[in-house]
């Protein structure tokens, strides 16, 4: 069983689109993140989430936003695609705020 | 976050113990080294992470420099499926896991 799967694995939309990418974890962690790595393959983190708080990276854009229907799931929404928003976006989940962070295999996002 | 250096590649020859350098030199006290790698075309994989004595796990060892201000990620018998980007990340517990992955060294494990 994959501990963190994400869904799609590839996507490909145009410009001024919405979508969604998915996310489930089966560790029963509480704490769950999205992470962004560009074309130099510099992985930044977007977003951390358990039932109890958000915390965004002030550098990502409103357009983006974390949508948790439940503890396993944590999707991600992203309104208005941009060029620029291209990049592999991987989720991650860790018990707790603090320990080892388990990675998805992440989504290829490419807007045209 | 403390900043933290890696040299851009190393090679290793399969079957050798790969050491893997990292600078912290403006780590604080409570900062914890972390290493973490990449494959190709998968999600970063943790490794090992330490505040200031040595670790060793099942994957590699860490060797912390008794002032903090450097480390040594050891894979003791590099194998080729240990060919990756390794990243070195320094973060207090407090800030969990909000980790940037800077630009990391890629090993490559050759036969």
């Known amino acids: 069983d994959t501990a963190v799967s994400q869904t799609p694995k590839y996507l490909v939309t145009q410009m001024g689109n919405d979508k969604s990418i998915k996310c489930e974890q089966n560790l029963g962690h509480d704490t769950m993140y999205w992470y962004k790595q560009d074309s130099k393959k510099f992985l930044k983190i977007m977003f951390s989430?358990?039932?109890?708080?958000?915390?965004i990276n002030e550098t990502v854009p409103n357009r983006f936003s974390p949508k948790s229907p439940d503890k396993a799931h944590l999707n991600l929404h992203i309104n208005s695609l941009e060029l620029g928003d291209s990049a592999v976006y991987f989720c991650a989940s860790s018990q707790e705020f603090r320990g080892e962070a388990f990675f998805g295999q992440g989504t290829r996002l490419t807007v045209v | 976050d403390a900043k933290t250096t890696q040299p851009t590649s190393m090679d290793c020859a399969e079957g050798r113990a790969a050491n893997l350098p990292c600078n912290h030199s403006t780590i604080s006290g409570n900062e914890y080294v972390y290493w973490y790698r990449q494959i190709h075309s998968q999600g970063p994989q943790y490794i090992i992470h330490g505040l200031k004595n040595n670790e060793t796990n099942e994957m590699a060892s860490l060797i912390i420099t008794e002032d903090r201000k450097s480390s040594t990620l050891i894979l003791p018998h590099a194998t080729l499926r240990d060919t990756a980007v390794y990243y070195c990340i320094v973060r207090t517990n407090n800030a969990g896991n909000m980790l940037t992955f800077g630009g990391g060294t890629r090993l490559m494990v050759k036969p």
């Open positions: 989430y358990n039932n109890k708080e958000l915390i």
